[in-house]
Structure formats: structure tokens, C-alpha cells
């Protein structure tokens, strides 16, 4: 019973972590809305098993010690935020133009993409999505303190 407890604050932080992940909806649950109301139910599931493998994929590098290497080398790190910062920027930036010069409102058509496509979307955009690398990241770090 000891070696439960001793294991326990660990346990509780993880899912802690997990339940403010999963409560937060992110990119993918919009991209899945996006991609069910415009293409149908098989092409988000197609991306659904992308964003899976995504996860897969990160859970994956977390467990194989990425994350560690990552906090124990100051310098990967500060580059991964430099770059992060410099993405945001980015983005902020393409923000404010279009609020002072909005472009005219027109539907946006989208040719129909193969199944494949989807799920290397779904994919591509979950091994790049800040919150998923923030939330193994963060597990990863309780796993190094415990």
C-alpha cells in the first residue's frame, strides 16, 4: 500500500493534466468539424485516425525520453521557444492585416481530397499542435518528478 502512495500525487497530476486537455477543445476538434460538415462523416474519420496516430506518434517520443532530452538540453529548448515566438508572431501578425483590411466575404470552395489526405492532415496537424506537445510535455514532467 506504501508503494501506491508514494506514486499517487504523480497519478493524480497526470490526469489532472489529462482532464484540462480533454476539456479544452483545440485545433483538431475544429478542423474535424470543418472537415465532417464539408466532406461527410468517413473523410473525419479518416482525419480522426490521423489525429490519433498523431498522438500515437508524440506519446510515442514522450516515452522514449524526447521530452527529457528536451528539458536537460537548455539550449533545444530555447530554440523550440524562439521558434514557437517566432510562429506566433507570425500569425499575430496576418491577424491584425486581416482585421484593418478584412477580405470580402466569399464561401470557400474545397475540392474533395482522398481519404489519405485526411488522415496526413489530421496527422500533420496534431504532431504540430502547440497544446497536444504542451500535454505530453507536461506528462513527461510529472513522470521526471515522481
Known amino acids: 500500500m506504501n508503494e501506491i502512495a508514494h506514486y499517487l500525487p504523480g497519478i493524480l497530476a497526470a490526469y489532472a493534466i489529462l482532464l484540462v486537455g480533454s476539456l479544452s477543445p483545440g485545433p483538431a476538434v475544429a478542423m474535424l468539424v470543418g472537415v465532417g460538415t464539408n466532406q461527410g462523416r468517413s473523410s473525419a474519420l479518416m482525419a480522426t485516425l490521423g489525429i490519433a496516430s498523431g498522438s500515437a506518434t508524440l506519446n ?5 525520453g524526447v521530452g ?3 528539458s536537460q538540453a537548455a539550449w533545444a529548448m530555447q530554440v523550440i ?6 510562429y506566433l508572431a ?4 496576418g491577424a491584425f492585416t486581416r482585421a484593418w483590411n478584412p477580405p470580402g466575404i466569399k464561401p470557400l470552395l474545397t475540392g474533395q481530397k482522398s481519404q489519405f489526405q485526411h488522415f496526413l492532415s489530421g496527422y500533420a496537424l496534431q ?13 513527461a514532467s510529472v513522470n521526471a518528478v515522481s
Do not use: D, E, H, Q
Open 60 to 64: 510515442i517520443l514522450t516515452l522514449s
Open 68 to 70: 527529457l532530452l528536451l
Open 90 to 93: 507570425y500569425l499575430a501578425y
Open 127 to 139: 504532431v504540430t499542435n502547440p497544446k497536444a506537445i504542451s500535454f505530453w510535455l507536461a506528462i
Open 81 to 86: 521557444r524562439l521558434l514557437g515566438a517566432i
